[in-house]
């Protein structure tokens, strides 16, 4: 019987695509937020001074992207053999591609500044990144609404939470994308995933 | 006729990660390498117009770490079980990490520019990586010349191919990390990546 012990900031960040592998899977788990004024108190004790970090069964494991392919593949959430697992893998990295550009812009202080790096990023950035998901939902899906295969999977999920922030940031970048905006309705709608949507704390990002 | 092709530039690149997994493994591949002349004329035939892709079974998958996580899963490289898969990747995304703050400097095209860059980064940002790759091989390394358990995965030869290209930038790079350089020598000597190296085109990258 496995336990899970999750660590990280009272925020949605790196470690929703996490929390809803665990709702998906129906599984529980301690999900430890910290405030940002306790942060430093336990910095030290997690291994690379970073967080996400999840403890499991006595092991704990670090890096946001190791934990989430772990637990899709604990929870069978990560294709049903070696190389539809690949493919799940695929269609996260090419997400994180994208998510890993708009990071830095997120964070710049200069306001002008952002705005404008962001303007460029759903003008010149984004559009590229969204057809490549498509090409990948096209080769990989079946037909179906599904990045891999006709069933949800991490890919899905990703997908899911990074559209959240990108819609945040442009409520119309994904007008131009049917496929994409219709996969996130079919993931906000599994019964598990719609009630912890409805439950979860609400946070800025 | 090989189950499995690899398209790839004729360089090290972001391609030699999986080239050392077939050797390790001892698995033949079909090694398709590009020059880089070739390369627009062959561009649209690959699922996200860009390499390396791997063609298993006539399916192609891009993005370089989930095809050499695969690759690494076939031919046992890459953990014995679930949690250990999920050491293992947490060491292959920390070199990751260690990949993106050195990759500005290493293709900076401008000399005087490269080399002010590559001080910066050698000198302040590169140990927080190094000391993480030292963190996670005591967390999970039983003690052995390997980052995980006591054999050769993934995380081994990436960091083998990574530490070669910080070398090439700053020989010293490694001098307060004896147990890294132990690591990458270990990786050498095995017999079947000896050979491999022994064979190989010299590439610069």
Known sequence: MATYKLYYFNARGRAEVLRLLFAAAGQRFEDSRFEQNTWPSFKSQMPLSQVPVLEVNGTTLVQSQTIARFLARQFLLGGRDGFELAKVEAVVDTINDFVSILSPIRREQDEKKKKEQLQKFLNDDLPKHLQNLEILARLYGNGGQYFIGNNLTLADLTFYDAGETLLQLDPNCLNNHPWLKQNRLLVASQPRIAEYLRNRPKTAF | ?205
């Open chain 2, 1 to 205: 006729m090989s189950i499995y092709k690899l398209h790839y530039f004729n360089f090290r690149g972001r391609g030699e990660l999986s080239r050392l997994v077939f050797a390790a493994a001892g698995q033949t591949f079909e090694d398709i390498r590009y020059e880089r002349n070739e390369w627009p004329s062959n561009k649209s035939k690959m699922p996200l117009g860009q390499m390396p892709v791997l063609e298993f079974n006539g399916t192609q998958l891009p993005q370089s770490i989930p095809v050499a996580r695969f690759l690494a899963k076939q031919f046992q490289l890459a953990g014995k079980d679930n949690l250990e898969q999920a050491k293992v990747d947490a060491v292959v995304d920390t070199i990751a990490d260690l990949i993106v703050k050195y990759s500005p400097a290493r293709w900076e095209p401008d000399e005087t520019k490269k080399k002010a860059l590559l001080k910066k980064i050698f000198a302040e940002d590169l140990d927080k990586h190094l000391q993480d790759l030292d963190v996670l091989r005591k967390l999970y390394g039983d003690g052995g010349p390997f980052f995980v358990g006591n054999h050769l995965t993934l995380a081994d030869l990436y960091f083998y191919n990574t530490g070669q290209n910080l070398l090439q930038m700053d020989e010293n790079s490694l001098n307060n990390y004896p147990w890294l350089k132990q690591n990458r020598e270990e990786v050498e000597k095995q017999p079947k990546i000896a050979e491999y190296i022994k064979n190989r085109p010299e590439m610069p990258y």
